[in-house]
């Protein structure tokens, strides 16, 4: 029974109702996961191409103030002779307007007028540093034609803006911008005629103005700037940018796939996530764009991202997740204790059945099984009833048969005086009782005189009738525990128990002698017989039944030899 | 409880035994010299087990070899100039030229331990060469009716900014010192200026300094550059055929650079024969024909076609003073007048 149906039925529900709810569960974490995965790459996509159109729009401003910075006229009058009398003025002219210009943009770094004579040495320079803003002496100023950012704006024509690769830094001055990513945004300066006399170079610190676009985005976003080899110039780990710097290159296609296809041109923004492996949620969702990059020649251009761990994206889908397992347990506790609440509403009544049909099996005790129901638990109930009611009733009408078959297998049919059998049966016990009780009993042999006569005389409806009345009168001699029989046709015993004398005995006797003696109303006719009693007494005559039976029955065949109607006592033995 | 725990100990030991009974080499070396194929095929022929690890800088070589005193891994590749701090740390031990037969095959060069610096030590070689490149001269066939024989064509005014010259300051006062007549790797206290003076007149003659093997693609391509010093040597002279470019390679007279790459055995390895034995089979002429053909490297067996005999290659050493180097290359490059040194 430990494993019973009601525990098995319940394990079922429970077990389905969990399994049912915990996929509902997942499929709703994960459609919900992937929407929030898609909805976080959206986001990320707008806000860098956002960051990328700004990024942009600051370095047109920053061309724009170059281009401002080459128009002056102080600039190239600086820029023509740079070695003459009247330059000095125009040099410090220009320098105070390079000093209000960093003021007033505190990403740019260093402004500069370059000569395009004298392996491009510099004119005018006003460094940042700290700050300060410093205006480098001329004994300091530096040659930098070899620099691309120098020849290559050299060889632009006039309004035309060159944009440096992004490197770090390292000439050497009093800057702030020394050892720093930086860009150059320069332009050259030309005489009236077209000659190119110089240039203006903006070195504009590229970490800054980054920092400056990025302070609207929230907190968790995570920025990737690389070249258009796909080094790393930005990184949230400033130790993987500019990896080609230590000899070692750290490409952003290496980590971000997709981005690949941004490198070699074929599209211009990407979306990924990066999952780390064995570690759910621990990764990043990225989204990057191709921007132009370049100043008015080349086809240059710089790929942007930002990137968001995954974990933050999918916060919401775990926290559903947690709500799910927790509905889930609860549930899946109310599924138990529903199931319990089933099983036991179902094996219940099938408990109280198994009692009924036990108790019935055991004692015939008919107990009534509520059957108000209307399922099949009711019918089963009801029909248990049925069945209970019809089985007490078949037992009883058996059981009468059996009582009338006993009846008659024991009784004479004809007067209801117990046959030999159950006379045998009563005789044994009588003597095993007087044996038992050390008590006397007698055993009578009655037999009609001339019974043969009256049925021939008057017919066997007569006889039988006079049997019957006979054997009324002899009942009505004895004591209830004494018994009369009838042996077959004319032949009665009688068993007298717990006699004290012989004498008693023989009173009986002769009163059963003499009330037969006396007429018999039968039949509207007067029939008149008498009979020949045999006595024999325990244990006098006998001490076991078949001795006892022997004696009397001689007293008796004593008695018809006298000539009946009269009672003899056994003699034999004495 | 005791009775399962011996059990366990039983049966780990027993399957441990056969991983303990082949011997194991610890390789430790740059991406692209010990291919997987090669190494299995080591491994078969030797039935032994190969762990190799790999580094990305001459840095982490250090570092990896220098932690539990070289116990860490059997042998391993190092450049010339980084030897001398292996053999002044003590950290390699010499090698039995018998046990490696197959340095008999080498090209001359690389046959007398003698003429190669910092792999021998009071007469006992305790590293053999495997690969190397040469730092020569990439021209413009176009520009140039014939080859440069000379590294002073890097100063020639005719070809002011169109030479590009790579940014690197203990290179540069190398060529610059060879250029004047000077040792490459020992410049004299009372020649720094000279040579100063020297990489200004470069910096003066160049287009400009480049850093990444693309960027001096880029260059010679948009800015119509006619001499290119390589320092990535007949792998770079390869990225720019690839582009297109009509472009020749030579060592000049005065002799090209080159970092040699020797393997070395750790004072901590455990079986000195199989590590020999490692060192033998790197130069069996199949693997490092290899090399060759994967990596574009040359290998110390076979000469290359463009490379004679007679060419003169100065395999790098330790200079007199990197730091010093740094410093002033640093002020040169930015741009400082030649009054201020």
Same mark, same amino acid.
């Given at each position: 029974?430990?494993?019973?149906?009601?525990?098995?039925?319940?394990?079922?529900?429970?077990?389905?109702?969990?399994?049912?709810?915990?996929?509902?569960?997942?499929?709703?974490?994960?459609?919900?996961?992937?929407?929030?995965?898609?909805?976080?790459?959206?986001?990320?996509?707008?806000?860098?191409?956002?960051?990328?159109?700004?990024?942009?729009?600051?370095?047109?401003?920053?061309?724009?103030?170059?281009?401002?910075?080459?128009?002056?006229?102080?600039?190239?009058?600086?820029?023509?002779?740079?070695?003459?009398?009247?330059?000095?003025?125009?040099?410090?002219?220009?320098?105070?307007?390079?000093?209000?210009?960093?003021?007033?943009?505190?990403?740019?770094?260093?402004?500069?007028?370059?000569?395009?004579?004298?392996?491009?040495?510099?004119?005018?320079?006003?460094?940042?540093?700290?700050?300060?803003?410093?205006?480098?002496?001329? +004994?300091?100023?530096?040659?930098?034609?070899?620099?691309?950012?120098?020849?290559?704006?050299?060889?632009?024509?006039?309004?035309?803006?060159?944009?440096?690769?992004?490197?770090?830094?390292?000439?050497?001055?009093?800057?702030?911008?020394?050892?720093?990513?930086?860009?150059?945004?320069?332009?050259?300066?030309?005489?009236?005629?077209?000659?190119?006399?110089?240039?203006?170079?903006?070195?504009?610190?590229?970490?800054?103005?980054?920092?400056?676009?990025?302070?609207?985005?929230?907190?968790?976003?995570?920025?990737?700037?690389?070249?258009?080899?796909?080094?790393?110039?930005?990184?949230?780990?400033?130790?993987?940018?500019?990896?080609?710097?230590?000899?070692?290159?750290?490409?952003?296609?290496?980590?971000?796939?997709?981005?690949?296809?941004?490198?070699?041109?074929?599209?211009?923004?990407?979306?990924?996530?990066?999952?780390?492996?064995?570690?759910?949620?621990?990764?990043?969702?990225?989204?990057?764009?191709?921007?132009?990059?370049?100043?008015?020649?080349?086809?240059?251009?710089?790929?942007?991202?930002?990137?968001?761990?995954?974990?933050?994206?999918?916060?919401?889908?775990?926290?559903?997740?947690?709500?799910?397992?927790?509905?889930?347990?609860?549930?899946?506790?109310?599924?138990?204790?529903?199931?319990?609440?089933?099983?036991?509403?179902?094996?219940?009544?099938?408990?109280?059945?198994?009692?009924?049909?036990?108790?019935?099996?055991?004692?015939?005790?008919?107990?009534?099984?509520?059957?108000?129901?209307?399922?099949?638990?009711?019918?089963?109930?009801?029909?248990?009833?049925?069945?209970?009611?019809?089985?007490?009733?078949?037992?009883?009408?058996?059981?009468?048969?059996?009582?009338?078959?006993?009846?008659?297998?024991?009784?004479?049919?004809?007067?209801?005086?117990?046959?030999?059998?159950?006379?045998?049966?009563?005789?044994?016990?009588?003597?095993?009782?007087?044996?038992?009780?050390?008590?006397?009993?007698?055993?009578?042999?009655?037999?009609?005189?001339?019974?043969?006569?009256?049925?021939?005389?008057?017919?066997?409806?007569?006889?039988?009738?006079?049997?019957?009345? +006979?054997?009324?009168?002899?009942?009505?001699?004895?004591?209830?525990?004494?018994?009369?029989?009838?042996?077959?046709?004319?032949?009665?015993?009688?068993?007298?128990?717990?006699?004290?004398?012989?004498?008693?005995?023989?009173?009986?006797?002769?009163?059963?002698?003499?009330?037969?003696?006396?007429?018999?109303?039968?039949?509207?006719?007067?029939?008149?017989?008498?009979?020949?009693?045999?006595?024999?007494?325990?244990?006098?005559?006998?001490?076991?039944?078949?001795?006892?039976?022997?004696?009397?029955?001689?007293?008796?065949?004593?008695?018809?030899?006298?000539?009946?109607?009269?009672?003899?006592?056994?003699?034999?033995?004495? | 409880?005791?009775?399962?725990?011996?059990?366990?100990?039983?049966?780990?030991?027993?399957?441990?035994?056969?991983?303990?009974?082949?011997?194991?080499?610890?390789?430790?070396?740059?991406?692209?010299?010990?291919?997987?194929?090669?190494?299995?095929?080591?491994?078969?022929?030797?039935?032994?087990?190969?762990?190799?690890?790999?580094?990305?800088?001459?840095?982490?070589?250090?570092?990896?070899?220098?932690?539990?005193?070289?116990?860490?891994?059997?042998?391993?590749?190092?450049?010339?100039?980084?030897?001398?701090?292996?053999?002044?740390?003590?950290?390699?031990?010499?090698?039995?030229?018998?046990?490696?037969?197959?340095?008999?095959?080498?090209?001359?060069?690389?046959?007398?331990?003698?003429?190669?610096?910092?792999?021998?030590?009071?007469?006992?070689?305790?590293?053999?060469?495997?690969?190397?490149?040469?730092?020569?001269?990439?021209?413009?066939?176009?520009?140039?009716?014939?080859?440069?024989?000379?590294?002073?064509?890097?100063?020639?005014?005719?070809?002011?900014?169109?030479?590009?010259?790579?940014?690197?300051?203990?290179?540069?006062?190398?060529?610059?010192?060879?250029?004047?007549?000077?040792?490459?790797?020992?410049?004299?206290?009372?020649?720094?200026?000279?040579?100063?003076?020297?990489?200004?007149?470069?910096?003066?003659?160049?287009?400009?300094?480049?850093?990444?093997?693309?960027? =001096?693609?880029?260059?010679?391509?948009?800015?119509?550059?006619?001499?290119?010093?390589?320092?990535?040597?007949?792998?770079?002279?390869?990225?720019?055929?690839?582009?297109?470019?009509?472009?020749?390679?030579?060592?000049?007279?005065?002799?090209?650079?080159?970092?040699?790459?020797?393997?070395?055995?750790?004072?901590?390895?455990?079986?000195?024969?199989?590590?020999?034995?490692?060192?033998?089979?790197?130069?069996?002429?199949?693997? =490092?024909?290899?090399?060759?053909?994967?990596?574009?490297?040359?290998?110390?067996?076979?000469?290359?076609?463009?490379?004679?005999?007679?060419?003169?290659?100065?395999?790098?050493?330790?200079?007199?003073?990197?730091?010093?180097?740094?410093?002033?290359?640093?002020?040169?490059?930015?741009?400082?007048?030649?009054?201020?040194?």
């Amino acid at each position: 029974m430990r494993y019973g149906i009601g525990f098995k039925l319940g394990l079922l529900l429970a077990t389905f109702g969990i399994v049912a709810m915990s996929i509902v569960g997942y499929y709703s974490y994960a459609s919900s996961r992937a929407m929030l995965l898609s909805a976080a790459q959206r986001d990320l996509l707008t806000a860098t191409q956002v960051l990328g159109r700004n990024f942009q729009s600051s370095i047109d401003e920053i061309s724009g103030d170059t281009l401002l910075l080459a128009k002056l006229s102080t600039t190239s009058a600086a820029a023509s002779f740079p070695m003459g009398v009247t330059a000095d003025r125009d040099k410090e002219l220009l320098a105070d307007t390079f000093a209000a210009m960093l003021a007033v943009n505190p990403q740019y770094f260093q402004i500069r007028l370059i000569g395009a004579g004298a392996h491009g040495l510099e004119l005018v320079r006003v460094d940042r540093a700290g700050d300060q803003l410093v205006r480098v002496q001329v +004994a300091d100023l530096q040659e930098k034609a070899h620099y691309p950012y120098v020849f290559s704006t050299l060889q632009l024509g006039r309004g035309q803006v060159y944009l440096s690769d992004i490197t770090i830094n390292h000439e050497e001055g009093a800057h702030s911008g020394l050892h720093k990513p930086t860009v150059r945004v320069a332009t050259p300066v030309m005489a009236q005629d077209g000659k190119v006399l110089g240039l203006i170079v903006i070195n504009l610190d590229l970490n800054g103005l980054f920092d400056r676009l990025k302070s609207d985005l929230p907190n968790a976003y995570q920025l990737y700037l690389s070249n258009h080899w796909g080094d790393y110039l930005i990184h949230p780990n400033p130790a993987q940018a500019f990896g080609f710097e230590q000899g070692r290159r750290v490409f952003i296609q290496e980590f971000f796939e997709p981005v690949t296809a941004l490198i070699s041109g074929k599209s211009g923004s990407v979306v990924t996530n990066v999952e780390v492996e064995q570690q759910a949620n621990h990764g990043l969702v990225a989204a990057f764009v191709r921007l132009p990059f370049a100043g008015s020649i080349d086809q240059r251009f710089v790929i942007l991202g930002l990137s968001q761990p995954l974990e933050n994206v999918v916060r919401e889908a775990k926290k559903l997740g947690w709500t799910t397992i927790q509905m889930i347990v609860v549930l899946g506790v109310l599924a138990v204790l529903l199931a319990a609440l089933v099983s036991r509403v179902v094996t219940g009544s099938l408990r109280s059945m198994v009692h009924a049909v036990g108790l019935f099996s055991k004692e015939q005790v008919v107990s009534e099984l509520s059957s108000a129901r209307k399922d099949e638990i009711g019918l089963l109930a009801r029909s248990l009833n049925d069945m209970q009611v019809t089985i007490v009733a078949n037992l009883r009408e058996l059981n009468e048969s059996r009582q009338a078959l006993k009846h008659l297998a024991q009784h004479d049919s004809l007067t209801g005086l117990p046959n030999r059998a159950l006379f045998d049966d009563r005789l044994q016990q009588a003597v095993s009782q007087a044996r038992r009780d050390q008590t006397r009993m007698a055993l009578l042999f009655v037999d009609l005189d001339e019974f043969k006569a009256i049925n021939d005389t008057y017919g066997h409806h007569v006889g039988d009738l006079l049997l019957m009345a +006979a054997a009324q009168r002899m009942e009505d001699c004895v004591r209830n525990v004494d018994t009369v029989g009838r042996l077959g046709g004319d032949e009665f015993v009688v068993l007298l128990t717990h006699v004290e004398e012989e004498q008693d005995a023989l009173v009986v006797a002769e009163k059963i002698c003499k009330t037969l003696n006396q007429p018999f109303e039968l039949d509207g006719r007067h029939i008149h017989i008498s009979a020949s009693i045999g006595a024999a007494i325990y244990p006098e005559h006998g001490s076991d039944e078949l001795t006892l039976a022997r004696s009397a029955d001689a007293a008796m065949y004593l008695s018809k030899e006298e000539g009946g109607n009269r009672v003899r006592l056994f003699e034999g033995k004495k | 409880m005791i009775r399962r725990l011996l059990t366990c100990l039983i049966v780990s030991l027993t399957l441990s035994l056969p991983s303990q009974a082949v011997e194991t080499l610890r390789v430790l070396t740059w991406p692209g010299y010990a291919d997987s194929d090669l190494v299995k095929a080591f491994e078969k022929k030797f039935d032994v087990r190969v762990e190799v690890s790999y580094i990305s800088s001459d840095e982490v070589l250090r570092q990896k070899i220098s932690a539990n005193h070289g116990d860490d891994f059997d042998v391993f590749a190092a450049n010339t100039a980084e030897l001398q701090h292996y053999l002044d740390e003590k950290l390699i031990v010499p090698l039995r030229l018998a046990n490696i037969p197959n340095t008999a095959n080498q090209l001359p060069r690389f046959r007398n331990a003698k003429n190669i610096p910092g792999i021998t030590q009071l007469g006992e070689v305790y590293a053999v060469p495997y690969t190397y490149s040469e730092m020569g001269l990439i021209f413009d066939r176009k520009q140039f009716k014939e080859a440069p024989t000379s590294i002073a064509v890097m100063w020639d005014p005719k070809y002011q900014g169109r030479v590009l010259a790579f940014n690197d300051s203990s290179h540069n006062f190398s060529i610059a010192s060879l250029a004047l007549g000077g040792k490459p790797f020992r410049i004299e206290d009372k020649n720094v200026k000279s040579v100063v003076d020297h990489l200004i007149a470069l910096r003066r003659n160049v287009l400009t300094f480049y850093t990444l093997p693309e960027e =001096s693609v880029e260059l010679f391509r948009t800015q119509t550059a006619a001499l290119l010093f390589a320092n990535y040597g007949r792998q770079q002279l390869k990225l720019l055929q690839d582009a297109g470019a009509d472009v020749g390679y030579v060592i000049p007279q005065e002799g090209a650079l080159a970092w040699l790459d020797c393997w070395a055995i750790t004072r901590g390895v455990k079986n000195k024969n199989l590590a020999e034995r490692w060192i033998n089979y790197m130069l069996d002429i199949t693997v =490092s024909r290899e090399l060759t053909r994967r990596q574009g490297l040359s290998n110390t067996i076979e000469a290359d076609t463009a490379t004679r005999e007679t060419d003169k290659i100065i395999w790098l050493e330790p200079v007199e003073d990197d730091k010093r180097r740094a410093a002033l290359w640093a002020r040169i490059i930015s741009g400082d007048l030649p009054g201020r040194f």
